[in-house]
């Protein structure tokens, strides 16, 4: 029987073999690292929870003389919000982006809102980041919170506080809340129930950017509005989650109890497509990949801008301007594999101050047809055609007018909500 013989390696053979098996560890470690980076723009960073935004609010620069540009110091400013899908775990992200220095959250807390500034006993919860209580944001940057077992509700208002133990200096926020913001005396109150030590009442959400939930299988998604005062909402009744993307939120609820979608707020009242503003924000090209694109679960985005830059100075007039800024943003939004609708921009003969002009409304009426006409985009929703007067196109119907003759009231943002045919959002997945 012959013997069984072990293989013998030289020492130049076993140099070999180790620096083999270096060379495959390092490569299989790269891979891991590669996959690392590319974490999805959407917020999904397991493939196993299902992260969808319920509510968000485009972020600005602070302005002068208001809360914004001073901010705040040894106070807890306590902001409500509407979300617009359930869930039973969330997150919120905070975003110092505009801000001039590092800005310190001594503690977060989110509650269920009550009225006015107090909350529902017992529903106020600690929000971590990074398993602390104590949160710094440089400047420039934002930060998503650790997840929180916490039941949301589309039917119920929640309560974000922030306390701010030292001066925060200019704030990011939110300007066109439409929304009672509130300002406590000296001091955390984040868990104060009865609302009794926020004496201070402001509009403005400040630092909070969205809120995101672990979604049900049944939502597929969020549509994303990104618009100007008309999408923010503004001459809406205040405190009262009158605007379009609100109703049209309502609306696809009602349709489809499973809450297929979320909708969420990108509107910047004054913004335009091709001019940045201080008091109006980055324009909407610019902050396309902060506001729209990077939301959690974004599939679908409703484009409803240009009014302002026709009825703003220095004017565009040059229709072919504005619809080489939609196509820009059609083109970064179909790159990332999702949809877009485009909305007709508004009628606004009366609005005074140089706002209006005959040249201006040609410029609206030519952007529209192209939006119409172009197949462009992956849908159109007719908001001119929603508000407009039948005996004068060129104005708002009397009924849906807020009183400046551009903004809708109440009824005109349910009523552009109602122009949004949801066959056409459900259809299209």
Known sequence: MREKRTRSFGPKMKTALFLLAVIILLSFASLSIGKQKTTPTNGQTNANVHWVGTWSASQQMSRP??????????????????????????????????????????????????????IIHGTSQLVTFNGHASVTLPRGTEMLSDPIAFTVSSECDLAVSLYLPEA?????????????????????HTNNTTGSAFKTKVFGWYWLSSVEVQAKPSTQGAIVTLGDSITDGYRSTPNMNHRWPDFLAERLNRAYPGQPFSVLNAGISGN?????????????????????????????????????????????????????????????????????????????????????????????ETV??????????????????????????????????????????????????????????????
């Open 168 to 188: 925060s200096g200019p704030t990011t926020w939110h300007a066109m809340s439409n929304q009672l913001t509130y300002i406590s005396t000296t001091g955390n």
């Open 368 to 429: 529209n047809h192209w939006i119409r006409t172009s197949k462009a985009f992956d849908g159109v929703i007719d908001f001119d055609k929603a508000l407009r007067d039948p005996n004068n196109p060129h104005r708002l119907r009397p009924k849906y007018d807020s009183g400046d003759h551009l903004h809708p009231n109440d009824a005109g943002y349910q009523a552009m909500a109602n122009a949004v045919h949801l066959s056409m959002l459900i259809g299209k997945h």
């Open 65 to 118: 003389a208001s809360f914004s540009r001073v901010g705040f110091a040894q106070q807890t400013v306590r902001l409500i919000i509407h979300p617009h899908i359930d869930g039973k775990v969330l997150r919120i992200k905070l975003s110092n982006t505009f801000g001039k220095d590092a800005v310190t959250f001594g503690q977060v807390r989110v509650a269920l809102s009550s009225h006015g500034a107090s």
């Open 272 to 364: 335009r497509i091709l001019r940045s503003s201080t008091s109006h924000g980055v324009d909407a090209i610019d902050r396309l990949n902060r506001d729209v694109l990077s939301q959690a679960g974004v599939t679908d985005v409703i484009l409803l801008e240009g009014i302002n830059d026709i009825g703003k100075q220095p004017h565009t007039y040059d229709a072919n301007k504005i619809i080489a800024g939609m196509k820009t943003i059609i083109k970064k939004v179909h790159a990332q594999g999702l949809r877009i609708y485009g909305g007709t921009l508004t009628p606004f003969q009366g609005k005074i101050g140089g706002y209006y002009t005959p040249q201006g409304e040609v410029t609206r």
